[in-house]
């Protein structure tokens, strides 16, 4: 959404403009929610007045333009006035007690959580881990903490290239290791594509351009014929009669494309889900036969059935996938096809479960996230309680919780989830400390290896103990996972005595 028609000069004006983008978003409220907002917004523009951005826009442009997302996302009117009132305590003379006075303690409580820290306890970079810190420990409290997070870093970064090159490229690559990937592990497509695409010229700032023209290319082109597939499928599934209540068609977001070229070592008109036709049907029994009926007039591309809905992915995420290929035009394309809760919970993840309950009323988080989503969430505050220094802190942060995992097995079958890099020891660690301690040689599907051995993805692995083993030194440097780093630098700390 642009702000380039809000005045500049005069903060009335601007912050009339800014009313009349807000107000008509949030029509979903009942009347007092709306009236709740409009206090809220009142009070920002009261407490940062005349305060500039380094685009030289009024500072209220930046509150509004965050709460606008989460309108989209169908959010109460705590988190929309929290949303308006976050930077408020840290950048204005108003207080966080004042604004707990006014707003009750829940509103308050939400802006603390995307507060920063106060610059006097905290130097430099050990305030970015603290921040962090915090922002985990709030939003196991309160996830709609993260949402507004979210919302306040999108705008940021889509307002990036007023601040300088260094602090571009920090932000930039703070917000691709952390910020993406907790809301994709909370199931936010949409945050997570947008944040990554507003991180691309950043980062990349070398191949941006020329990847965005010639993936501009080819989608257009596949775009074109894509229109065409679409109306046949209309036709298709009206003969049929199947009831469906639309079908959409979309083309993938860039630095997700980006990413699969570059994993995959593919080039980009080889990536077959560069356009999809995403159908929405009412229930689940639908999805199935539109799946059926589909795959009768375009020829299903072998082994490229995703059925999400009865095995959703860990984040919650549902729907059916296939890659078909249209005969009469050669396109190979995806299909998506879900119901519409599936669709809200495919681009809000945690959010539109929100928003789906009642609305006012905290929510309690096991209610709303999976157990896998849980488990994260709780790693992540224990990690915070332990006394790494910051860069140990991010590193952990990073590699345990937000770097792809592998699965590997025990002997008795049982799936272990480790992050990408990790060895027998982290392995053995993993199962019991016990194990980890006296864990001597291995077995990878059934050859003798070194506990060093890095794992890879569905390897069965037997750990032999031995009762003389311990822990030494040098294992610190066989370990990538937090948990084990921990457990043998305790042993050592435990036995220097
Ligand atoms: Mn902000």
Known sequence: ??????????????????????????????????????????????????????????????????????????LDKDTLAACLLHDVPEDTSIT?????????????????????????????????????????????????????????????????????PEKQK????????????IAEKLGMAYFRGEIEDACFPYLHPDIYQKFIIDSDLIIEKRQKILTKVRKKTEKILSENQIEHLQILGRAKKYFSIWKKTQNKNYEIDQIYDLVALRIITKDVEKCYQILAVLHTYFEPIENRVKDYITRPKLNGYQSLHTTVKDVASGLIFEIQIRTSSMNDFAEYGVAAHWAYKEKSKKQQLESIISPETYKWLSELIELGQENWTEDEYLNHVKLDLFQDRIFVMTPKND???????????????????????????????????????????????EILTD???????????????????????????????
């Open 96 to 164: 966080l007690k004042e604004i707990q006075k006014d707003f009750g303690t829940e509103i308050a409580f939400l802006v603390e959580g995307v507060t920063k820290l106060s610059q006097v306890k905290y130097q430099g970079q050990d305030r970015y881990a603290e921040n962090l810190r915090r922002m985990f420990v709030a939003m196991s409290q309160d996830l709609r903490v993260i949402f507004i997070k979210l919302a306040d870093r999108l705008h940021n970064l889509r307002t990036l290239k007023y601040v300088n």
């Open 1 to 74: 959404m642009s702000t380039s028609h809000i005045s500049r000069d005069n903060l009335e004006t601007a912050s009339q403009q800014l009313w009349k983008m807000l107000l008509p978003k949030i029509q979903y409220l009942p009347k007092n929610d709306q009236k709740l907002v409009e206090t809220a917004f009142i009070q920002m523009v009261l407490a940062h007045k005349e305060m500039k951005r380094k685009s030289g826009e009024f500072y209220i442009i930046h509150p509004v333009m965050a709460t606008l997302t989460l309108t989209d996302f169908g």
């Open 467 to 497: 009762k003389r083993q311990k822990p030494n030194d040098k294992w610190l440097q066989w370990v990538i996972t937090s948990q084990a780093a921990k457990q043998i630098r305790h042993f050592l700390k435990k036995n220097s005595k």
């Open 170 to 181: 920090r932000i930039a690559l703070e917000s691709l290791e952390i910020y993406a990937p």
């Open 415 to 461: 799936a272990i989830d480790l992050p990408i890099g990790a060895t027998i020891l982290d392995f053995a660690y993993k199962i019991h400390r016990a194990i980890g301690e006296k864990a001597s040689m291995a077995k990878i599907n059934g050859e003798m290896v070194k506990l060093s051995s890095k794992l890879k993805n569905g390897d069965v692995v």
